[in-house]
């Protein structure tokens, strides 16, 4: 895990100027404390920069920027490539020979290898801005799930890449006019969807997209493998043989490769199935398993408390534990270190800051979460909420002005004695684009004026069409639960749920791996999730070889960390009228819009 940088002066643009990409790189330090480089060619037309986070070799032969022996190809990478052994492997039976043991330098060797296809063949989470010196181009590539970050600025002229929004504006010649489109994204959904970032000048490379830019030339976006491609793929594939046996193959080998490193690898272990199953099927490929609980004096004694619980399941597999407690006085010590961390404003990633902060104190670089399991095996309420709602009210789609005037007259009354969601019932509910919005929404479309300028409101809606691209995203997938799957992986878990995992882990310079959200996982379980009776939460059980404890399978599933909500809650009360997560919001939000995201 890094900090990648880059800046290409591409069509008449001024020369790289250092102290700019020193700027952009230094922010993002806590991304990589174990050393930094900087590259700027000789017509300074062309430079990369890296912070270094020392997982697969810790050798000076692993640093970054690397290139390869003939300094025709230079990459800064950030992430880990999990199949990186059998393609280093066959690329030396090509002929090709390796300095490092490290997966970066089967990229550079890779790219030489087959060019651009390379990323066909890879396997992992990653971000990585690739220099062609031959072709005088730069290669951008983000991994297919998204899982690292990658932001870019283009002028025309310019083009500059980093892992972090905050970073490029670190550089200073950023457009940071506020983008309508970001602004009211977060108020929707309580993040900032992808591509958008708060700033025009900034955007996102959407997941499992590369962008190739070329001196002279326009930039070049191309998709390269789409989640909701394969989840509709799959939905026609029916699973041949036993489920029970492919899905435990594939989870044991998702967790196998995730566990590759050079430094001890541990993971988050709560009371929940999903990180209880990542815990087990880590301890059954060997080793001395590290495991570290949240806990909090508020819930002890109580079924909130999920101490003694992951604690029990710790003891089952000989796990070497560290259960941390946090306290209401440690969050608000660490509030402005956690705002100047959060890359974008998002009201979820608290309860990960604080987990990933407990296991950098019990040493380790590198965790496992459990992340993802709800999305791929259906844990989540909206399984049954989103169809059951659109179902119900699929006869209103043909009614637009009458539940259009339902929510006008209603909205004013509603919000008084019950949720402002229940006056778009009849609007919203019978598409699965509105029925999701209805579920997973912070504020609803025509509360939007009330949080934000009225022109800015309106501007931001007309951009986004964020049911526009709900309903491209499943189209082609027929199955509801292939659908719920596929929206609660490319929204929720994309925007919110692995960003936070990201700045989280990142500011505590901690990897957060997540063998749950893998492409490999994905097309194997995928294959079973159209038919009449799709594998759930039993099925990870189903792959453990030594039984759980009875509590876990009985378990009901609750939040991760719930003291710290409360502390949001207090958190967003003060100076702030409402309470609950939409105080919070809006106190983020003043945070970054007032302070630039937090003190330097």
Known sequence: MCGIAAIFSYRGGPPVAEPELFAIRDRMTSRG???AGIWISEDRLIGLAHRRLSIIDLSPAGAQPMFDDMGTFGITFNGEIYNYRELRAELRNKGFRFRSTSDTEVLLQLYADRGVAMLDSLRGMYAFALWDNRKKALLLARDPYGIKPLYYSDDGKTFRVASQVKALVAGGNIDTTPNAAAHIGFFLWGHVPDPHTLYRGIRAVPAGTSIWIEQGKSLRETGFCSVPGIFAETAHTNGRGSRKDAIRDALHDSIRRHLVADVPVGVFLSSGVDST???ALAAEEGGTLQTVTLGFDEYKGTRNDEAPL???VARLYGADHRTVRVTRRDFEDSFDHMMWSMDQPTIDGVNSYWVSRAARQAGLKVALSGLGGDELFGGYP????????????????????????????????????????VAGLFEYGGSYAGAYLLRRGLFMPWELPEVLDGDLAREGWKQLEDFLAIDRDIASIQSPRSRLACLESCWYMRNQLLR???????????EIRVPLVDIELLRSVGKWLGNGHPPGKRAMFDALLWPLPDAILSRPKTGFGVPVREWLLAQSANGNHERGLRGWAKLVYSHFVSNSGGRG
Do not use: N, Y
Request: hydrophobic residues 40%.
């Open 33 to 35: 404390p174990d050393g």
């Open 382 to 421: 909206s399984f049954r909420q989103v169809p059951r709602l659109v179902k119900t009210l699929r006869p209103f789609r043909s009614l637009k002005p009458l539940g259009r005037a339902f929510r006008v007259v209603s909205a004013p009354l509603v919000k008084h004695w019950t949720s402002p969601k």
């Open 277 to 279: 199953i990542v815990a």
């Open 500 to 510: 936070d995992s990201d700045w989280a882990g990142m500011a505590h310079s901690l």
């Open 310 to 312: 992951a604690e029990e």
